[in-house]
């Protein structure tokens, strides 16, 4: 299924995306790919699916929507453990240790100052009241 994907996109491409970028990719893409398919709004979505109704859609859509209905943590609790398993299972110890200093300090400080600039231009860019 999806590693076949990679392994082909790898030896097209000669990019090699981690396996959770390339999740993340394949759902924006999938996501992306529903909304325009319904020709809605993403901020009134809801009103688009109200209009539309189930019954004039197709099976991609109703797939989608099932999913949707599908709580996060749900998905959360399937989906991070093969994700963090396959992080940690080519996780060179040497390596590791090596930078592991500069790791913590990225992982700390790091997020925080990240997480302050997207929220500032996340403000200055989009139109919140």
């Given amino acids: 299924g999806a590693n ?68 996060g943590q749900l998905i959360l609790f399937l989906f991070l453990p093969p994700l963090i398993y ?5 996780t060179n110890v040497y390596k590791f240790s090596k930078h592991f200093l500069g790791a913590l300090i990225l992982a700390g400080p790091g997020v925080i100052v990240q997480m302050l600039l997207i929220a500032l231009t996340a403000r200055n860019l989009f139109p919140y009241g």
């Fill in 4 to 71: 076949k994907g990679l392994k082909v996109l790898w030896e097209a491409t000669g990019i090699r995306l981690p396996y959770s970028i390339a999740l993340y990719s394949f759902g924006m893409i999938l996501g992306c790919c529903f909304y325009s398919s319904l020709h809605c709004d993403p901020h009134s979505f809801t009103d688009c699916l109200q209009t539309n109704g189930i019954g004039s859609i197709g099976q991609f859509q109703e797939s989608m929507l099932m999913w949707m209905r599908i709580p």
């Fill in 86 to 90: 396959e992080g940690s299972a080519y």
